[in-house]
């Protein structure tokens, strides 16, 4: 081969070689550096985004009222309850990183896990990591431009420069990742106890004649109560630690309270957030309002409103900071499974990160941030993500059966697996009667990973010539990115 080994590139690089403090002595690899607090932070601080701060009303819109809509944020909490369950399970039993693509290997052997890999690669993963960097460039420049929009290539500019220093913090070193992921995962509970602090004051004043007739039977929509659910759900999900399983320390003491005490958090976090919305504005107003949380702190806190884009900014570069912290881990797990370059699975030489595996998204992120229609590849791409998970849960029961000796620290009733993946399949279901035609223009993209994993992965006899271009590309990134393989 001519990727340079350990020992080759340690040689190369030893009179310039300066450790990271915290790096183990002369052994390369990723360290188990995330502890319960970091594991917490990576799963609160990634699922709290602009969505509760900015458009939390499509429970309402489709619940029909104030009362129903609370009730709904409960039950979304109980179904993310037992999706979080059925994780901590599968984090606990099978202790690699890699999350959905992982477990599906694991548990349906490569192919369907190719698809899954394929779909985040090409479509998935850039889409989603470029709207929550939108979404800080948009944000961080309104105090700025207020009372005036902001400029569409200003916001872009800005989220360039968003997604570079995530991409450069999370290449330079994991330990100073997981901190500022903790201080901005303090932020966001600041951000939400700005906002539930004067509402429940205001509520327990006696200002409650928005909760008058809460549950009238007149404006409940059954019909709608689904897409209430789908609407809920999407916020709370909570499987982002199980990304990065093999750099936690216990995991299997510390995957599941993890994945529990975030779930609580995130769930009575969400729910009195909307009581305080609730309490100061009617359901009229809290629709017809274009960023929520603006619109409250307008009516309760005057000139402090505009630290509100800062906080939701913020919050934003949390959600950025903690996907490409748990997405890079699933492209360097791909890598040594042999589904995707092998540099992708090497590390750092002095800062012990997956480099390859960090930058991999940059390109992508940026080229639909200027160039694709980045909304509309989301539409497209929705549904996978709830298929995959259910996929995945699926698994954890079919495993049951068929690997009945494997080692499960964490076990739960099948009931609960059972439940989480009929409401992923459903889930399915109801995108594919709600918009047929993107849904099915997502689900022909990502058939494109059949042809793709039989091209790049069963038929690996390559003319020589090409291979040892690929090998000298191999090389030519290894030595550039100062990547090595991983010691074992």
Not at 120 to 145: H, K, T
Not at 147 to 165: D, F, N, Q, R, Y
């Amino acid at each position: 081969t001519l990727l340079y080994s350990q020992q080759q590139v340690t040689a190369d690089r030893q009179k310039n070689l300066k450790v990271e403090p915290d790096a183990p002595n002369g052994k390369v690899e990723l360290r188990k550096k995330v502890t319960l607090l970091r594991g917490i932070s990576i799963i609160i601080g990634t699922i709290i985004g602009a969505g509760i701060f900015i458009s939390p009303k499509g429970i309402l819109k489709n619940s029909g009222s104030v009362g129903m809509s609370l009730v709904v944020w409960i039950a979304c909490g109980v179904l993310s309850l037992f999706g979080a369950l059925s994780y901590a399970e599968l984090g606990t039993s099978i202790q690699k990183s890699g999350g959905h693509y992982t477990y599906i290997l694991e548990a349906f052997g490569p192919q369907m896990a190719f698809i899954r890999l394929w779909a985040d690669l090409i479509a998935i993963r850039p889409a989603g990591l470029a709207v929550i960097s939108l979404a800080f460039g948009q944000y961080i420049l309104e105090p700025i431009f207020m009372p005036c929009g902001v400029p569409e290539i200003a916001i872009k500019l800005a989220t360039s420069i968003g997604i570079t220093s995530v991409m450069y913090l999370n290449s330079m070193s994991t330990s100073w990742t997981n901190r500022i992921q903790i201080l901005l995962t303090f932020s966001k509970l600041l951000a939400i106890a700005i906002i539930i602090v004067p509402g429940l004051y205001m509520l327990f004043k006696g200002e409650t004649k928005n909760f008058e007739n809460a549950f009238e039977v007149s404006n409940i929509k059954l019909t709608g109560l689904p897409l209430a659910f789908y609407s809920g759900i999407m916020y709370e999900l909570l499987f982002y630690l199980n990304f990065v399983t093999e750099e936690v320390e216990n995991p299997e003491k510390t995957v599941p309270l993890a994945i529990c005490i975030s779930m609580a958090i995130v769930t009575f976090c969400y729910v009195l957030t909307n009581v305080a919305y609730y309490t100061v504005m009617s359901a009229e107003e809290l629709l017809a309002s274009q960023a929520v949380a603006v619109t409250f702190a307008g009516k309760m806190m005057g000139n402090f409103s505009v630290a509100v884009p800062v906080f939701v900014a913020l919050s934003c570069f949390g959600s950025m900071n903690g996907c490409l912290f748990a997405f890079s881990r699933m492209f360097y797990v791909a890598s040594r499974e042999g589904h995707l370059p092998e540099v992708l699975s090497m590390i750092h030489v002095r800062r012990h990160t997956p480099l390859a595996a960090v930058l991999v998204l940059y390109p992508m992120t940026v080229f639909q941030l200027f160039v694709g229609d980045i909304y509309s590849l989301l539409n497209f791409m929705s549904f996978l993500r709830w298929l995959f998970i259910g996929v995945a849960v699926l698994g954890l029961i079919y495993m049951r059966y068929t690997r009945p000796d494997m080692p499960r620290p964490f076990k739960v009733p099948l009931f609960i697996p059972a439940i989480f993946s009929f409401t992923c399949f459903f889930m399915v279901f109801l995108s594919l009667y709600s918009d047929p035609v993107n849904t099915g223009i997502g689900f022909a993209i990502s058939l494109t990973g059949i042809p793709a994993y039989y091209i790049f992965i069963v038929f690996d006899r390559r003319p020589k010539w090409l291979q040892d271009g690929l090998d000298s590309f191999n090389r030519s990134v290894q030595i550039i990115l100062e990547v090595i393989p991983v010691e074992h």
